[in-house]
T-cell receptor
Framework: QKEVEQNSGPLSVPEGAIASLNCTYSDRGSQSFFWYRQYSGKSPELIMFIYSNGDKEDGRFTAQLNKASQYVSLLIRDSQPSDSATYLCAVNTGFQKLVFGTGTRLLVSP | ETGVTQTPRHLVMGMTNKKSLKCEQHLGHNAMYWYKQSAKKPLELMFVYSLEERVENNSVPSRFSPECPNSSHLFLHLHTLQPEDSALYLC?????????????FGDGTRLSIL
């Protein structure tokens, strides 16, 4: 079983819609969770991080964490074509050991 | 502009060459990392340094040799690499190695082994 699982996509949404990106993880002891955005040929860019159960909002982005279900998600409201990228979920399993998923490719069509 | 700078951006080398990748962070962080990103695979953690001391070596072959002369600079020395080592090599830094610290990435070095 992979430690961090994401649907590779692509996830296609029209401009202005809500994009929902999902991630599950296997280590119940995981404490912190991160979402990175990676444009083709570029480095991962930190979008959001969340430590506690519930929702955390930052602008158009909302991260949701459910530790009981071992599930973390990222919602992007009012999606824009510039949001088209690969979104990486990363889970800290202890002492800065950051485990990444393979990423979900998001396509936002005008 | 990224606070983590990597050079070179692209590198092509033969299997018998020796080369080094360089990373410099301007964020005042105490921890630095090397990752490997191959196509269709998740980022793989290679090495972790905290205050210039190596604290993690993730079963990386000895043909990869890291060096951290100070908390702002990190090198990855390469020798006798294999074609399967072709990948994007990413450097990252964080404030400390505490579990809640986000990591910030450089733009990476695209390495091709002939």
């Amino acid at each position: 079983q992979k430690e961090v699982e994401q649907n590779s996509g692509p996830l296609s949404v029209p401009e202005g819609a809500i994009a929902s990106l999902n991630c599950t993880y296997s280590d119940r002891g995981s404490q912190s969770f991160f979402w990175y955005r990676q444009y083709s040929g570029k480095s991962p860019e930190l979008i959001m991080f969340i430590y506690s159960n519930g929702d955390k909002e930052d602008g158009r982005f909302t991260a949701q964490l459910n530790k009981a279900s071992q599930y973390v998600s990222l919602l992007i409201r009012d999606s824009q074509p510039s949001d088209s990228a690969t979104y990486l979920c990363a889970v800290n399993t202890g002492f800065q050991k950051l485990v990444f998923g393979t990423g979900t490719r998001l396509l936002v069509s005008p | 502009e990224t606070g983590v700078t990597q050079t070179p951006r692209h590198l092509v080398m033969g299997m018998t060459n020796k080369k080094s990748l360089k990373c410099e962070q301007h964020l005042g962080h105490n921890a630095m990392y090397w990752y490997k990103q191959s196509a269709k695979k998740p980022l793989e953690l290679m090495f972790v340094y905290s205050l210039e001391e190596r604290v993690e070596n993730n079963s990386v072959p000895s043909r990869f040799s890291p060096e951290c002369p100070n908390s702002s600079h990190l090198f990855l020395h390469l020798h006798t690499l294999q074609p399967e080592d072709s990948a994007l090599y990413l450097c990252a830094s964080s404030q400390d190695v505490g579990s809640n610290q986000p990591q910030h990435f450089g733009d990476g070095t695209r390495l091709s082994i002939l």
